[in-house]
Each structure stands twice: as structure tokens, then as C-alpha cells.
């Protein structure tokens, strides 16, 4: 409810009124038109004065190693849903654009707390799942050899972006969020859940699921306003 400040997710049997290594590819030996397009248009993107071509160009090749990597979190299906049986399961890059909506759409945002950074954070906060997958506690992986894996696949794609501002950007939005150590972090991991059940209400719904235990790891969670 707004003027709340915060929002209670309820679990069933009310659930229906919740409100709410080289893993890429190489470059084509052969660049098609599209792909001269966009080098040419990272190129000029990251060019500050326009006399730095090479400087450029290298910019332009490293963003595009780094995309081609980020393609496998669109086609790596999230962990929990296909163990559960779901057909065609959501990806984590599905998972981390919803929760970037909700941060870009939700009202009553907490005083201090930065709506920007809380959707790029969003869209970032899985981002490590490209190399090391989604790991789920269901495989066995304690949280501390999770974490190693996780933070050693990030170093790799900030380094194969070239570094620089954007590739800290990524790292420290990344490490705020694994460490919880922000309002904005906070925020966003009440999104993830939130996203969460969420998506085990549509496939109950789509499919027949029984998807309750999903449910009930949020229940009695209190979380922050998404009054959409």
C-alpha cells in the first residue's frame, strides 16, 4: 500500500492479490554489414575527441567480445524452473530486465535511494551467471566457493571489456549488491524475490504448477515498496 513504506508480499492461499573458459563466440572471419554497423557506431559511441581512432576501435572490439559473452544469459534457462519441469523457463537475462522495470516503474522509493542506480544494478547483479551459470543451493555449492566463482567470472568480463570507467561501474555495482552494503543493494535484492514469486504465480497459472515452496521462502518477508 503507498504511504506504507513498505510492502508485504503475502504467500498462498492469498498469493493472487500480490501486488506486484571461453564461453563466447569467436568474432566473424568475415564481418557481415551489420556487424561493420556496429563497430562503427561503438566506435564513435566511445571516442571522446575524435583523434584516439585506435584507442577507439580497440574499445569497440572489447565491447563487443564482452556483448557476445553476455548472449549466454539469454539462453541460460534459470536453474529452479527447469528442475521443476517448467516448459521453456524464463533466462537470467529475463529475470535480471524484469527487475530493472521494477525498479524503473516502482513508487514510493525510499528517501536517499538512488532509482538510477538501482536499475543498473539490476541488470548487472546476475551478470557472472554468463560464464559460471545459476547456481542454485540445490547443487551443493557452499556460499563462500559460490562467491569465488562468481567474483573470479566478473574480474574476466571486466577485463575483457578493456577496463576502464564503465567496467568499474559494473564491478563495484556487482560487489555492493553481493555484499548487501546499500540502501540500493537492499532495494534490489527485495526486487530479485519479488521477481521470484512473481514468475512462479504466472506458471502456476500457465502451466499447472505447483510451485508453492517458492512461496514459502519469501513468506514473512517484509518487502520494499513496489506499489506499481
Not at 508480499?9 to 556496429?38: D, E, H, R
Not at 548472449?71 to 529475470?95: C, F, M, Q, Y
Request: hydrophobic content about 40%.
Amino acid at each position: 500500500m503507498r504511504g506504507s513504506g513498505r510492502l508485504v508480499v503475502l504467500v498462498k492461499p492469498i498469493k493472487p492479490l500480490i501486488i506486484a573458459s571461453s564461453l563466447f563466440q569467436s568474432l566473424p572471419t568475415k564481418p557481415t554489414t551489420n556487424f561493420l554497423k556496429m563497430s562503427t557506431i561503438i566506435t564513435k559511441a566511445s571516442s571522446t575527441d575524435g583523434n584516439n581512432d585506435a584507442a577507439a576501435a580497440s574499445h569497440a572490439s572489447s565491447a563487443i567480445d564482452f556483448l557476445t559473452l553476455c548472449h549466454s544469459l539469454k539462453v541460460t534457462k534459470r536453474t529452479g524452473w527447469v528442475r521443476r519441469g517448467i516448459e521453456n523457463p524464463e533466462s537470467i537475462a529475463d529475470h535480471m530486465y524484469r527487475m530493472g522495470l521494477m525498479a524503473l516503474i516502482a513508487l514510493d522509493f525510499p528517501p536517499g535511494v538512488d532509482r538510477n542506480k538501482c536499475v543498473k544494478m539490476a541488470i548487472v547483479h546476475d551478470i557472472a551467471e554468463a560464464i559460471v551459470g545459476d547456481i542454485t543451493p540445490a547443487d551443493g555449492v557452499p556460499k563462500e566457493e559460490k562467491s569465488r566463482r562468481e567474483r573470479e567470472a566478473l574480474d574476466h568480463m571486466c577485463k575483457l571489456l578493456g577496463g576502464g570507467v564503465r567496467a568499474k561501474e559494473i564491478s563495484e555495482l556487482w560487489m555492493e549488491y553481493e555484499e548487501n552494503s546499500s540502501p540500493e543493494a537492499k532495494l534490489v535484492k527485495d526486487f530479485d524475490k519479488v521477481e521470484m514469486i512473481l514468475q512462479a504465480l504466472e506458471y502456476e497459472n500457465e502451466q499447472g504448477k505447483n510451485l508453492d515452496e517458492f512461496f514459502q521462502s519469501t513468506a514473512g518477508i517484509h518487502f520494499e515498496p513496489l506499489c506499481v
